[in-house]
């Protein structure tokens, strides 16, 4: 397993194109608006080699028995399924962030099951093909960018269908030693701190749209590949030099636009290709373990939560009886989320090629509540915290000589609580509700691991109303 | 195991002193209004021999190894809790309404747990006594009544303090054989269709009200055991003969206040006296417990699912996307409960007796969120069903030549529905949120188990906020 | 304008054809199921004749300048409008459940207005007509029910393509003198204690169902018009003698069938006869009315807020501090309520005809409201009351020699409070939560006046979507 | 009245001492982060103008007679109280932020009730001079901040036995032609905007406290008076130069900390001087108008749901039916707002000076939804927008020639709609959900004029549980 040291120095080798502000980022590694997101996945490497952390951060690989990363595991129980979710919560409180290697760990899973399936039917040799790369991602510690959202542009229409082809990304060529394939996929989290890029279909396919049924990974520098990253609230106080206006001093998170622009796959990297009729499963499967992967907001809630509770007592109201009420609120709502994501992984069941899969409805159950909570959680947040995070003078007043004893001064609270404290939490709560974190707290746990609609269009697909229909009918005695 | 026909057999050998309307009711079992929840109760007997339910229903005893019904098992593992959950479910879908056996349960569970710390401090002997009041329980496969509610008087005066000392049940002489017990538990459910009454402080206690920390067993129709059922909405119904007009034709549950007036508890029944310091421990092992068996009401709202859905599709709506939407949001809401029941059962641990525990926290915040869904549930079933759910004539003008084929005529919806039909089902849907059920499935979602404010204060208690002050204050870079 | 006791025995007068639990009832004044409603419709003249009440519940008639009820009363203004709200208020917490004549308000105001554009398109003499009739309700001081919702049958179904054309009210013979009617209409509120009913079109209308764009008022006992009374939760405790168990000891509703077997109408009281075109202008005035008239929840709010306060003084916790938000809670939505139907009279506007219309977006935002608070208040004031209310015994236990002392004795809460008054106060939440009240508090609450989705349908259509398209557009920078 | 131009050139001769970012602010007029504030104030004037606004905008001035800016009115019957709602909600639509001016306004009502007041007991002639004060508002057409909110310190204490005494602001010295005030403001919306500076006590005070007691007027640029600005969430976007990613282009808002350091205040000037019993009575006047006052977020919501109407359309889902049902409940909720804000007013009445006043009680009640009603219609907006918004690029990558081709394609939605339109509304919504409009829309929603809890506790006061208590027990025969 690498250390957090020999992950960030494997990222230095990478050749990544990114751009971001309309010029390419030389430096990725480095880059002050990026950093912070590479900081937490460094934390998914430095968790798995303490002690403490072992049992839920690392796992036996099933292929070659070694103790690996849990990000690169396959489950084989529910066990893992559990650990699954409550490693999510760990990462989650201690980088209060979105910390990004989930998303590979799930591909690596579905794939692990669609692979299989695949070959029944089709007697092709892509479970065997996987196991290989499979094992290459453990043997090295990989992080690997699970890729699914495409463009979509008409949603109205299917791939084949839409004025330009490229909004789904498709086959252009097929070669002797692979495919070539163009496109691109959107909304990529952590995609410029991956080793590994994996590509699936974001949509069930017919037989029409079957270039589109591709599946592949493929190095994140290779050529052809682009990144564009994308701009998030107060990101450029990153830029500011050291202040604590940033909020979290340490962690943050990054999407990216990812443009295919005519990249070679070659045979040994593609799993699936042309089977269109295991699309949506390919899809069904990753999108079930990735609504479980928000466990991770529990984790960012659990930091919200100590945040309002710190910032309660610095202002000198924490023994108010609506301030307690209003705490109890959080961690009810936040533990509601705790029991989704634990529920879904307990329920687990095992699939064909062994690989255990957690239950699909109270998977969307969970992500579904993960849209709403989080909101809630923040507003109650902002009322704990009062109207001084968003008034906040700046860093810099609290440092310039004419101003700093007024802030001094009037931003004083509870006695013994140095006002850069006071600043330094609220700071917190304003990144997590409004700012760079908010992203990930907020708009990620909205349309991350599919929007709230596909949820409900999940849970009305995997409900049995039959069953509910019958049970009530025979209570009122309707014979039919 | 018993069968349900034995289970009745054994109830008509009782002699209860049961009131009710102001009478004694001589013959409880057929006592119409009593009946539909004494149906309920032969229910955890009949399941239990059907093989297809033998997993959830059943368990191995730990002290005999014979097959018991799973309401008389001390749970053994995680396994246990997670079935127990599951079984709740179920019966409560089967009966559409509270079945009443878990109460005794989680009374056996509570004491198998605080008998044996008790013994440990102090060199008693109750966990042997216990152990063989078990083996009698699971070797007749009794029904018992968790008691643990007093009447309270003055909340804010402890038991000693009260004005009359016997608003809590208390000790009122010792002798040799036993002790002599008096007051009153109210709330009972199920009371009356119980072999067994187990007796439990309601309340932590201090060394000034150690006459109340007493836990005992008892048969039913002890000598000086009194019941006075409570009535419940739309409860005489079920005087009317023959009808549609009670909703659930099958099912319902009963409440009572139990008096002790002076009665006598020989000691090998006596499992607690005097040990104050765990009368808190015994209330708080029962409440988790109690908490998750708020499993049942997921059961309940499959059936109140299916009503709607079966409403809807006689109202020829069930394709309007906004009936649909309600519809998930029902499932949605009925399966985060089902994720709070799993989730404190999958996350249980053992106990030093050896007795699993679910995860107080969990159990907590499940409870919680009963006191909500159910009546949101119950405003959307409301909402599906129609005005006509609370305007219908009664099953009389149905019968009568003079107004049937008005009747017929004009609530007609969809072809092909028998208007009788329709008729049925919105009566199961009123049942369920204004009538006898609404008592269960709303009012004891929000009461039974404890209060929302008494999972409030467990919430709070039970929540580590220190850890996550400290996730906050090390990310916003505060040292202290 | 008549007396209470004038009132009543002008109901004496009627010949009515009433039937209920499948028997013609013959005493419909005095049936004890149904006095209470009538109780409660009398005071709308009760209170007409006190001094304090002038302002709020009488006006001067705009025909002949006489002081009338203000239930007779077209509005002439926006105070008009406003008082109408505060009325339906004071009514509302006057009885503590619906008093059943503002619905014949609302038809008379309606017909005002659409009666008079009828005219001015097709030059006929409805408005004319309709005000020697509305001349003739207020100088008799008449109770109208307002009849508009058809039984529909299938719902996908226009009402000339109805399997059976009676679904809808329709004109089945022209006469020389008049016309000749048949149909129902079902949840006709108040219906027997009325002397008029006025039958309105449910829906708008294409030229091929104009047989069923038909307006009309009749006295109720017209030769061929049936009541079928609908049952509501609990409502036989009214026969169970002098008893606290129905909760309002004074006040009730009710719902009938009104069936109309091929009645006359002459042509004097006919307002529309075959001006399809006009039929959606009449149900959407009707309804935008009739949402404001939900008003009178607030004061049924009023009830259980006082009813919840005193149980929690009863109970001896009024003090907690959850306990005092949650009342703070429970005012804070009923207030909510308040607004909007006082923002939606104060924002009215005069029709053609001089009749002030109420503004039709913000009376069906209130109407939404509606449908949610008080499912919400009830909730609260369930968990205020606590688990009693619905485990009390019956009143007759409570006169029991054999069960008086012990209820006497274990459902005493505070000192100083007699055990009788807190099960009173406990049956009046039962009564508004679960009970009869129930019915008019919440299901009517969300299906009277139309059901949510038709409020969501009008929000629709009657908000500027436009604007605020502009509006975001020139902010960001969009110019088209 | 001033012209907009003429609001802007008066400004310019303001010589205000302005911190931020560390740096005295040399043109506070044209500096890019305050300059779309100053553009949001000036709205206020130049709507004034126009013909299709007059009667909103303006008014006669009680004491002159001339036509005069709304914002400067003393409200002279519910009529105006009622426009000044509308006019909240037209700036806020037009802005789309927080436009700074009512808080004056609401400080010179304040004070016109209270100054009359104070004199009727004291015989004092405050009301006199403030009458002058106000003319000469009036006359020059003047934006005046309405400074209420003091630092408080250590909330447990009163303001005299803070450690350091200037937590509050207070007199420190009477000289003979006026006093010396200590202390500071904070949170000062607009401040920096403002030509006067309304000062106000912000608790009821004891006599103890009488130093406190003080309220006043003063020039916004006075010697002695500094604002250290505040900084909001993504507020240096505005220093990126032209680009669409500010979202709003044109207006925003600010906050100040504003230090009074022992500024000289002429006694024609004071309005309080040490009646203590009166500051109660002013903090809630002002409370009250103030939470008025938040008609603005009514407007606000309309560009919120104006955009995302318009996002729904660029993405081509409009149709869909769960977008059309969000954009409903948007709407619900805003014309919710809506209602509470003109009931208010609707409800207000006469104080003895003549001035109106607001329904206190609905006020509250108003300000209540405001602290929650704007996060869920951001919660829905995102949901509606999608998760681009925050993975956007920036505008610079945009205008790449690497990066544009890429983001033009890949970005492209429905057919018509350039890429540029489709980022320009998602920034709108970024700017409104979690930028600088966020600070106005959401956490001033929560505080402004208040925190949630103090409108709980004015709830509580003002509304009369006794009347409902009466109405409920003798609805259930309780006779006391």
Chains 1, 2, 3, 4 share one sequence.
Not at 65 to 82: A, M, P, S
């Amino acid at each position: 397993m690498k250390t957090a040291r020999e992950y960030e120095e494997s990222l230095r080798k990478l050749n990544l194109v990114v751009h971001m502000f309309g010029k390419r980022v030389e430096n990725v590694v480095d880059d002050p608006i990026i950093r912070p997101s590479m900081n937490a996945v460094a934390k998914t490497y430095e968790l798995a080699h303490l002690p403490e952390y072992e049992d839920l951060m690392t796992a036996r690989s099933h292929i070659t028995g070694k103790k690996i990363n849990r990000f690169t595991h396959i489950h084989q129980n529910v066990e893992d399924l559990v650990k699954k979710s409550k490693m999510g919560r760990l990462l989650g409180r201690t980088t209060g962030c979105c910390f990004q290697r989930c998303v590979g760990m799930d591909s690596l899973n579905a794939l692990s099951i669609v692979t299989y399936d695949v070959d029944r039917k089709y007697g092709t040799e892509y479970y065997k093909r996987f196991l290989k790369y499979l094992e290459y991602v453990q043997e090295e510690d990989l992080t690997c960018d699970g890729a699914m959202t495409d463009p979509k542009g008409d949603r109205s229409l299917p791939p084949h269908k839409q004025e330009d082809p490229d909004l789904y990304v498709h086959v252009v060529e097929e070669r002797k030693d692979g495919i070539v394939v163009r496109g691109a996929k959107v909304h990529q989290t952590g995609a410029v701190n991956s080793h590994e890029i994996i590509v699936m279909p974001t949509i069930a396919l017919r037989e029409e749209d079957k270039d589109y049924a591709v599946s592949f990974a493929l190095p994140s520098d290779t050529e052809g590949i682009r990144y564009i990253i994308g701009r998030q609230s107060c990101d450029t106080r990153k830029l500011e030099g050291e202040t604590l206006d940033v909020g979290n001093q340490l962690f943050g998170g990054h999407e990216a636009l990812v443009v295919f622009d005519d990249v070679f796959v070659p045979w040994e990297r593609v799993f699936m290709y042309g089977e269109h009729d295991f699309a949506g499963e390919l899809v069904e499967k990753f999108a079930s373990y990735h609504r479980q992967s928000y466990a991770c907001k529990v984790g960012v809630g659990d930091v919200l939560i100590g945040a309002s509770q710190t910032a309660a007592e610095y202002n000198g109201v924490d023994k108010a009886s609506h301030i307690k009420d209003k705490i109890v609120e959080m961690n009810h709502l936040n533990e509601t989320l705790y029991c989704g994501c634990i529920a879904c992984a307990s329920e687990g069941h095992r699939e064909p090629s062994g690989t255990y899969s957690v239950n699909t409805l109270l998977a969307n159950v969970h992500k579904q509540n993960v849209t709403r909570f989080p909101y809630e959680l923040s507003r109650i947040a902002q009322d704990i915290a009062g109207g001084l995070m968003v008034t906040l003078p700046s860093t810099r007043d609290l440092e310039s000589p004419e101003t700093r004893k007024w802030i001094e001064k009037y931003y004083k609270a509870k006695a013994g609580v140095p006002t850069m404290h006071r600043m330094r939490i609220l700071r917190l709560i304003e990144n997590l509700t409004l700012g760079t974190a908010a992203v990930g707290y907020l708009t990620e746990s909205m349309h991350g691991a599919g929007s709230p609609q596909a949820q409900r269009i999940m849970i009305s697909r995997t409900v049995n109303l039959e069953e509910k229909k019958k049970a009530a009918k025979r209570l009122c005695g309707i014979e039919e």
